[in-house]
């Protein structure tokens, strides 16, 4: 590891203060320690910002809040959120192991790094980490990657469970700079990696999340999330679904669906999202619905099963949602 | 959100604020600093390693207050096992994908491998040496013996740790399959499955 300096700050405005692009938050520390142990992250400065008074998970009229500094495990616990955004709790609870969850914050996780194994070894080429030096994955092992979204620069998939829910329910994140505050939609918070692929979001070095807020979506209740991967437990998505139905009588009024382990970002699904709007809740309405949903997939090597994979996720998605009623 | 800094992540009943008190178990060999070791750490702390300052932890480790100097790179695992000499907490893979270096921060179980110690000040640690009562065994850890959970024993530690506070923070397991999905954090190279989730299934019997 780099030598860094270390220092806890107590306030928002103490953590922001000559903060810069040497500066790195630390929060749960399981992306951050990581990475910086494998020297692919290098930051000057280290501020542990655990102590900031970014907790709580609240509902109120305009949604569901949550502290940046919120753990996994608390917020899959939290009965609010399993009643009102099970999706949420379920990416949750699939998401990596309990240590992991324990420690490990929601704005964390939705700053965590690509599981790209190029990305997190510096003896080989990765525009993410070293911009110009060439990607790696594109001839290389390219099973986890993303099929969507991707460019001749990178190919990495976002690696969070919990970002693709949030992208379905059009999730807020608040953002706090010395200059003030702001809220981006978490779906543009995330860039395309193009030809800056070290560039991923729209954060500011000198910019702290400070929690999103889930806007309030009755169907939400209604949710699921379906992750599938090499093994049962404790191993990112090779391919996932979030799912929210409305429905009345038999016809969907309202659908919101996602998907992960696919897209360089979280993957909101708009078009299979109209093609189950007005539709009736049935397994050929299913069926049809999800037969575009990877188009433009742009698959490798390793990973051309994806967007087949990708379809039937949805499909068994909705099935076990619209069966669970 | 809550401003009150205090209310935290102790959320198993073990808050940040008491730590210090109620009995202290054992004591484990720590290098406890006295008045003027203490103002001789802080100067330290104003001395480089590396060309950074070190940081001066307090915690309490197994029950007992400690205050160590570190380097701000150092991570608890290192701490526990080269400073404080508590070698019971294993290093398998250092990148959070084992679970081996399982132990207790304010009663949660967490990695000590990508847990920077610097961070702990304040908070109550707790390792496998922490988790007998003077020799009587941990129920968890008479159940790992009484069902042989184990072949080399190197996950050990980290899986009665885990196991400890899967029963104890978040509350026992309902099936052998509610077992194996939560204690997946801990693998095991020796394939102990079997006999781990028998003395987990036991030994949250006892504990309840
Ligand atoms: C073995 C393993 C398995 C995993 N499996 C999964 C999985 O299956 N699914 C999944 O979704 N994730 C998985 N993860 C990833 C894990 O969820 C993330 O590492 C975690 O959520 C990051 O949160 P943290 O609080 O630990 O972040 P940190 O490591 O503290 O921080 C991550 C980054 O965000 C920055 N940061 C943190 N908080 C803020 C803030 N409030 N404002 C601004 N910047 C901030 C930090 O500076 C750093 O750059 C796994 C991780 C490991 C190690
Ligand atoms: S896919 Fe992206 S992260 Fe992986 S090697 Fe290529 S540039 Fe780097
Ligand atoms: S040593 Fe910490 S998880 Fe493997
Ligand atoms: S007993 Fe050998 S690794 Fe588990």
Known sequence: MRPYTFAQARSVREALRGAGSDTAFLAGGTTLVDLMKLEVMTPERVVDINRLPLDGITLDRKGLHIGALERMSDVAADPAVRENYPMVAQALELSASAQLRNMASIGGNLLQRTRCGYFRDVSTPCNKREPGSGCSALEGVNRGHAVLGTSDDCIASHPSDLAVPLVALSTVVHLASARGTRSVPLDTFYTLPGSTPDVENVLRPNELITGITVPRSPWAAHSLYVKVRDRQSYEFALTSAAVALEVRGRTITNARVAAGGVGTRPWRLTAVERALTGRPATSATFEAAVVRAADGAQPREHNAFKPALLRRTLVRALTELQESR | ?208
Request: hydrophobic share 40%.
């Open chain 2, 1 to 208: 959100m809550n401003p009150d800094n205090d209310a935290g992540h102790g959320r198993s009943g073990v808050s940040r604020r008491n730590f210090l008190g109620g009995g202290l178990v054992a004591a484990a060999v720590t290098p406890l600093l006295n008045a003027t070791a203490e103002a001789e750490a802080a100067e330290a702390a104003s001395a480089t390693a590396d060309g950074v300052a070190q940081v001066l932890v307090r915690a309490a480790v197994n029950g007992a207050p400690v205050t160590v100097l570190v380097d701000p790179r150092a991570t608890l695992l290192d701490t526990l096992r080269e400073k404080l000499d508590l070698k019971g907490t294993k290093k398998g893979c250092d990148r959070g994908q084992c679970g081996a270096c399982t132990v207790h921060v304010d009663g949660r179980r967490v990695l000590s491998c990508l847990t920077l110690a610097a961070s702990t000040t304040g908070h109550e640690v707790t390792t496998i040496e922490g988790l007998a009562d003077g020799d009587r065994l941990h129920p968890m850890q008479q159940a790992f013996v009484e069902h042989d959970g184990l072949q080399c024993g190197f996950c050990t530690p980290g899986q009665i740790m885990s196991a400890v506070a899967m029963v104890d923070d978040e509350g026992p397991a309902r099936s052998d399959d509610e077992i194996r999905e939560r204690m997946s954090g801990n693998i095991c190279r020796c394939s102990a499955y079997p006999r781990i989730v028998d003395a987990i299934r036991d030994a949250q019997k006892v504990m309840r």
